[in-house]
């Protein structure tokens, strides 16, 4: 199957004509590509052109410029009371970032609705989608926001019930069905329904930002991510000029294993993110591609990318309001590479001096933690191992007094993976296989967010690797299979797989094993990591 081509699209971005022109301080040009749009309203016909351009900006969640478009609209036009919409929906910001909105992100969602109640909405659709909007906000004090979540998901279904023909209303409704789609639902009724609306929509409008985006969020767990696979080829060619259309093809890219796209495509991203002071989301990009550096084996290249952070990093506000990911992915991102870099080469004493760093999010300290954990504990160094253990106990406890229920959750299953692995230097494998099991459990029981390209080190992965150690290597290769059914392509379990197979004595499969990861790794770093040599060496002795 022909791939899109993600290089030539990054040379189109870099190089588009005008590119140099902004609307604004930061942000694409006026001319730059961002889909097609129309959305019906009552506002001054000399505005709705600026209307549809601002929607289909909010489609592809760069809110910057989606927020300035609306604003321009509101001012053009006092009258359009519609404008306050926008407003209102940028400020919730990506609704697939897992966690509370912050108190100014409600404050400026209500103060939009105040506006648009000033301004007034001319027809009964266009108050619907006031109405709609505000239910994120009602009562912030007193509703939860998951509650809120599915009131506003209610509303947009009766929006889209009452206006069939309103191509928006059922867009705007599928991304409320997947946004709310609890991650533990494993039959993904709401992201399949998502899927339903979205698809033949798709086919009737092949150059809607939304209808792209939506596919593969909707599509975004490892059971359905085939389904978005040709939405995520065409979605950066929709919408060049915004970061985030760029980066969100890898997505799907890294659900499948297809680590060459999923770099192309961030690298476009982050470059175009460079270019309109995004830095979260050019951080966010970066981790993606450190990931798919990392799965194979191109070592240099990810050195390349954690040495790169310190610079970015200087640029970067986590408050600012820029493109879809919030200033926690950009946080995120800083402490999750060099975790990365550490765990996914094995190098534990390194990951055991891991700098912690003291963040508002308990979550991305916690990454951290993890890291120093499994280092420590796997470099004969349990008392590091137990100040890690405690770290992420805190961590853990901070969440959930905060109600960060999805995070708390995470947390504890790092922090079973560590208790498992210092159980295991403590001599106590029994033990330690079991709170593995138990933490891997957890971890098939829901899902992880789109914040991250996947797990710092998915635990049945880990549970493979204990059970090589304490020489079980059937039970073992058993757990490097189901970690691949769920993350195809990831380098350490591959490598696990053959070497487990090897120690069982079945030679076939440590050949199709050893076979798949040196296809994985075919750019990798010569002579590269050992896990490759032996590969090599097994391919040679067929």
């Known amino acids: 199957m ?14 588009e004509p005008g590119a140099a022109a902004q609307e604004h301080e930061h942000g694409p040009s006026a001319a730059a590509k961002v889909g097609s749009v129309h959305f019906e309203s009552s506002c001054a016909a000399a505005v709705r052109q600026r209307l549809d351009r601002a929607v289909a900006f909010l489609h592809s969640f760069e809110f910057a410029s989606a927020t300035s478009g609306f604003d321009g609209v509101a001012k053009a036009d006092p009258s359009c009371g519609i404008a306050y919409w926008g407003v209102a929906l940028s400020a919730w910001g990506n609704p697939f970032a897992a966690g509370q909105k912050a108190p100014g992100q409600i404050q400026r969602g209500r103060d939009a609705i105040e506006k648009a109640g000033a301004a007034g909405a001319k027809s009964p659709r266009e108050r619907a989608y006031l109405a709609a909007v505000a239910e994120l906000y009602r009562d912030a004090e007193h509703r939860n926001q998951p509650t809120r979540m599915l009131a506003y998901r209610d509303a947009m279904a009766v929006l889209a019930a009452n206006y069939p023909g309103d191509l928006e209303a059922s867009i705007f409704y599928a991304l409320a069905l997947a946004q709310s789609a609890p991650p533990t639902d494993k039959t993904y009724a709401d992201l399949l329904k998502a899927g339903a609306i979205l698809e033949p929509l798709f086919a009737k409008n092949p150059d809607h930002p939304g209808l792209a985006h939506y596919i593969i969020h909707s599509y975004d767990v490892p059971a359905l991510a085939p389904r978005g696979l040709a939405a995520a080829r065409r979605y950066a060619r929709i919408a060049p000029a915004a970061p985030h259309a760029l980066h969100m093809p890898s997505h799907t890219f890294t659900r499948l294993g297809y680590w060459q796209e999923s770099i192309d495509t961030n690298i ?7 270019r309109d002071g995004a830095t979260a989301e050019e951080l966010h990009a970066t981790d993606y591609q450190a990931y798919a550096y ?18 970015i990093a200087a ?18 991102a800083l402490a999750a590479i060099p975790a990365r870099w ?8 390194e990951a055991a001096r891991l700098e912690l760093r003291a963040s508002r999010y308990a979550q991305t300290e916690a990454i951290t933690q993890l890291a120093r954990g499994l280092g420590a504990a796997r470099s004969a160094d349990p008392a590091g191992a137990r100040t890690a253990l405690q770290g992420l106990e805190q961590s853990r406890d901070r969440l959930i007094a905060a109600h960060e229920s999805y995070w708390g959750g995470q947390v504890e299953i790092q922090r079973r993976i560590v208790s498992a692995w210092l159980a295991l230097a403590e001599r106590r494998p029994a033990e330690a296989v079991l709170e593995l099991e138990a933490a891997a459990e957890l971890e098939d029981a829901t899902e992880k967010n789109a914040i991250t390209p996947g797990p710092l080190a998915p635990a049945r992965e880990l549970l493979g690797e204990m059970l090589l150690e304490t020489g079980e290597p059937a039970r073992a290769l058993k757990q490097f299979a189901a970690t691949l059914e769920k993350e195809p392509g990831r380098f350490r379990a591959m490598a696990g797989a053959a070497r487990a197979a090897a120690l069982a004595g079945d030679r076939a499969a440590a050949a199709t094993y050893s076979a798949r990861l040196l296809k994985t790794c075919e750019r990798a770093d010569k002579p590269g ?14």
């Open 2 to 15: 022909k791939r899109a081509p993600i290089a030539v699209v990054l040379a189109a971005v870099l190089l």
């Open 268 to 274: 476009a991203s982050a470059a175009a993110a460079k």
């Open 294 to 311: 990392l799965q194979t084996g191109r070592d240099r290249a990810a050195r390349r990318l954690l040495d790169s952070l310190p610079g």
């Open 315 to 332: 640029r970067f506000d986590p408050d600012a309001v820029g493109s879809a990911a919030p200033g926690v992915a950009g946080v995120f």
């Open 342 to 349: 550490a765990l996914e080469r094995g190098a534990w004493a």
């Open 529 to 542: 990591r050992a896990e490759l040599v032996e590969a090599r060496r097994v391919a040679a002795a067929r």
